[in-house]
Each structure stands twice: as structure tokens, then as C-alpha cells.
């Protein structure tokens, strides 16, 4: 797959990790940076890899800070972005089962290299289930679109 890929500087080191563990299984990774430890803002990185995601350039992304939650924060406001916080194997299986989720978030200090590579290995290997769930996800767009659901 054609992945965006980011972090700040506290996902840096995982992320510079994963592009290499997804290059040799044989993704491609746009890797949008940092690409140093220097502290840099989340929401920017969030906003790149979201863009390449919705444009179609990418097929999916991930983001990586140090809890993944300010990349998922700043992710979701991009509109037509999914994106899930995910340090656990389940979550990630069926947030691409029932949300389509499109971004992968995770934290670097939540979450060790195995278990990321893991995590990123049943995300991209999930399809969305679609049935029942495809409304759901609807939903979220009309939200997105300023509409009520009440
Ligand atoms: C940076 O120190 C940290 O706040 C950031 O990586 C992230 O965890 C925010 O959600």
C-alpha cells in the first residue's frame, strides 16, 4: 500500500522505525517528516498526512507523537478523516472493520516497536466490513457536514 506517514518529535524515533519495518513488507511510505528529534508541533504533521489520505495520493496513514492522541485530535478535523488512537491489536482490527478508519494514530510512549508493527500490520491487512457500519459512517459525515442527527 501507499502509506502517508508522520510524527512530532515524540513519535520520531518509532516512525523513522516503521517506515523501514513497512518498506521491507513492501509498502511504500511518503514519509512527510520531522525528520529530526527537534520539537516540533503535531498539528501541521497531522494535517499533511490527512491531505494526502483524502486527496487519494495515499491509501491510508499513520501518525505517531507521544501518546497519539493530538495527531488523532488534529487528524479528525480534516474533513473525510477517520482517524482511530489505537494501542491495542482489537481496536485496530475493528476500527477497520467498523469505522473505515483511514489514519492509524499511535503513541511512542505508549506503545513499544513489536507491538506497533503489529498494530499497523492488522490495520493495513483489515477491510471495511461495510453492511450495517456504512451508515454509521454517514453519520459522521453529515456531522462533519454541519447537519444534526437529533
Ligand atoms: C509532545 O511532547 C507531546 O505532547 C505530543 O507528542 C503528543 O503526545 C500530544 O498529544
Known amino acids: 500500500m501507499i502509506i502517508a506517514i508522520g510524527s512530532d518529535h515524540g513519535g520520531f524515533e518509532l516512525k523513522e522505525k516503521l517506515v523501514k519495518y513497512l518498506e521491507d513488507n513492501g509498502h511504500q511510505c511518503v514519509n512527510v517528516g520531522c525528520h529530526t528529534s527537534d520539537s516540533v508541533n503535531y498539528a501541521p504533521i ?13 491509501e491510508t496513514g499513520i501518525l505517531v507523537c507521544g501518546t497519539g492522541i493530538g495527531m488523532s485530535l488534529a487528524a479528525n478535523k480534516i474533513k473525510g478523516i477517520r482517524a482511530a488512537c489505537c ?7 475493528y476500527t477497520r472493520l467498523h469505522n473505515d478508519a483511514n489514519v492509524l494514530c499511535m503513541g511512542a510512549r505508549v506503545v513499544g516497536y513489536g507491538l506497533a508493527c503489529e498494530l499497523c500490520d492488522v490495520f493495513l491487512a483489515t477491510e471495511f466490513e461495510g453492511g450495517r457500519h456504512q451508515s454509521r ?10 447537519e444534526t442527527l437529533l
Open 87 to 93: 494501542s491495542d491489536y482489537f481496536s485496530a482490527k
Open 46 to 58: 497531522a494535517e499533511k498526512v490527512s491531505r494526502k489520505v483524502v486527496s487519494g495520493e495515499c
Open 137 to 146: 459512517i454517514d453519520e459522521i459525515a453529515r456531522l462533519e457536514n454541519g
